[in-house]
T-cell receptor, first 117, second 112 residues
Framework: GAVVSQHPSWVICKSGTSVKIECRSLDFQATTMFWYRQFPKQSLMLMATSNEGSKATYEQGVEKDKFLINHASLTLSTLTVTSAHPEDSSFYIC?????????????FGPGTRLTVT | ELKVEQNPLFLSMQEGKNYTIYCNYSTTSDRLYWYRQDPGKSLESLFVLLSNGAVKQEGRLMASLDTKARLSTLHITAAVHDLSATYFCAVDNSGSARQLTFGSGTQLTVLP
């Protein structure tokens, strides 16, 4: 299957600092990327949708000034958690969709576990 | 707003038994996905169902889709311990961005 990578796989940061997470599609061009957040024992919740070269669309309740998304190229999207707080601790998963598999399937990255102390 | 309901939320079953996980959704959609998630890991794609009546099988798992009833099932045949995981269904919202709405997940434990 298609490969989507995320970096870092886990990160610990102090409250008030910012953290950047990268999502890359390694073997296809991703016209659309999605960012999800998953708290323990819960389902995935969509945070935002981004298309290459345009501003991300955020889901209701997700602060766009806190979760900065940049989809600068067809293979890279970044999520920056600004002024992180302990309640931002979660498992962040990206997915990508593009010119692969009929163009309808989302391919998921391995996730980034963020812990804010 | 698309809502996806999955049941049961928890399923504990003996090895060798059969069981079915159900996924109901609230609005019309023509694409439904099943994923597996192991603890601490991301999602693994199991099945992509693209049309009414679609049935797909892989090993001990079989998924089906009834778009008229807005229902998908994931049937487990002769469960083995390796199937223990959390299973999610996700429904495409048919919008321009083709976003997915996930069910709550079914945590499956297969006991020896």
């Amino acid at each position: 299957g298609a490969v989507v990578s995320q970096h870092p796989s886990w990160v610990i940061c102090k409250s008030g600092t910012s953290v950047k997470i990268e999502c890359r599609s390694l073997d296809f061009q991703a016209t659309t990327m999605f960012w999800y957040r998953q708290f323990p024992k819960q389902s995935l919740m969509l945070m935002a949708t981004s298309n290459e070269g345009s501003k991300a669309t955020y889901e209701q309740g997700v602060e766009k000034d806190k979760f900065l998304i940049n989809h600068a190229s067809l293979t890279l999207s970044t999520l920056t958690v600004t002024s992180a707080h302990p309640e931002d601790s979660s498992f962040y998963i990206c997915s990508a969709r593009g010119d692969r598999g009929g163009g309808y399937e989302q391919y998921f990255g391995p996730g980034t576990r963020l812990t804010v102390t | 707003e698309l809502k996806v309901e999955q049941n049961p939320l928890f399923l504990s079953m003996q090895e060798g038994k059969n069981y079915t996980i159900y996924c109901n959704y609230s609005t019309t959609s023509d694409r439904l996905y099943w994923y597996r998630q192991d603890p601490g890991k991301s999602l693994e794609s199991l099945f992509v169902l693209l049309s009414n009546g679609a049935v797909k099988q892989e090993g001990r798992l079989m998924a089906s889709l009834d778009t008229k009833a807005r229902l998908s099932t994931l049937h487990i045949t002769a469960a083995v311990h390796d199937l223990s995981a959390t299973y999610f269904c996700a429904v495409d919202n048919s919008g321009s961005a083709r976003q997915l709405t996930f069910g709550s997940g079914t945590q499956l434990t297969v006991l020896p």
